[in-house]
């Protein structure tokens, strides 16, 4: 199956659709925070559609203190309120760092998968990817989860970049995850033996909100960690 293309490249389209990730997280998430949380997802995927040159001035200064101001202040679970927090701040900052705003997403979604709330938990995962398109490993990882949650067209699309970028950057470990995930899409697909099969080959915010939120453990980013 071939990226989709579009005005964004693959990026562009691969970013969620704000009516269905409003909905997902309308759903999912408690009511005092999916507003705050959804507004953070959308300036990200703004942020990964942009050009990298024009990252740096997209949100002009003090535009997105309200809003860091409202999260500090909140009063809702840390495990969305921290890495939400991180987000914003990091894009408020002109130099978000790809890395930590997606460790902040798969923070989030852990949060969700660990509530069941695998709708949200994708969007995450998939917006991890977004946020740090060097890293093969996310992008292995979010299609890994679309494939767990039987979303198999998409997933794929995730593993075939993932094995791109894995053979640019020379993550190898990276690249052999990805060729075994695609090597089991069509059995979890029920397909049948003439299906298609892959062939096989062998600031001062910033820092305090990070320090605060990756103190706990998370089973994704340890997935991640157990790859390396």
Not at 65 to 72: I, Q, V
Not at 97 to 103: I, N, S, T, Y
Not at 121 to 144: I, K, M
Not at 185 to 192: E, I, L, N, Q, V
Request: hydrophobic share 45%; aromatic share 8%; charged share 20%.
């Amino acid at each position: 199956m071939e990226e989709p293309t579009g005005g964004g490249g693959f990026f562009g389209a691969m970013i969620p659709t704000g009516e269905v990730l409003g909905a997902s997280l309308v759903r999912d998430l408690p009511a005092e925070c999916s507003l705050a949380v959804w507004q953070a997802t959308r300036l990200l995927f703004q942020w990964a559609e942009a050009p990298e040159a024009e990252r740096a001035e997209m949100f002009e200064p003090g535009t997105l203190d309200p809003f860091l101001a409202e999260l500090e202040a909140g009063r809702f679970d840390e495990g969305l309120r921290l890495p939400t927090l991180l987000i914003v701040a990091e894009l408020a900052s002109g130099a978000a760092d790809p890395e930590r705003l997606a460790r902040a997403c798969l923070c989030l979604a852990e949060w969700a998968l660990a509530r069941r709330a695998a709708g949200s938990a994708l969007y995450f995962a998939e917006a991890a990817a977004l946020a740090w398109p060097e890293s093969a490993r996310h992008a292995w990882l979010a299609g890994a989860l679309l494939q767990a949650h039987g979303r198999t067209p998409r997933a794929e699309l995730w593993l075939r970049r993932a094995l791109r970028v894995a053979a640019r950057t020379g993550d190898w470990q990276a690249k052999s995850l990805a060729l075994g995930a695609l090597g089991n899409s069509t059995p979890a697909t029920g397909s049948r033996s003439g299906a298609r099969r892959p062939q096989r080959a062998a600031p001062s915010l910033r820092r305090r909100t990070t320090s605060r939120m990756f103190c706990c453990t998370w089973p994704i980013t340890r997935s991640l960690q157990s790859a390396a």
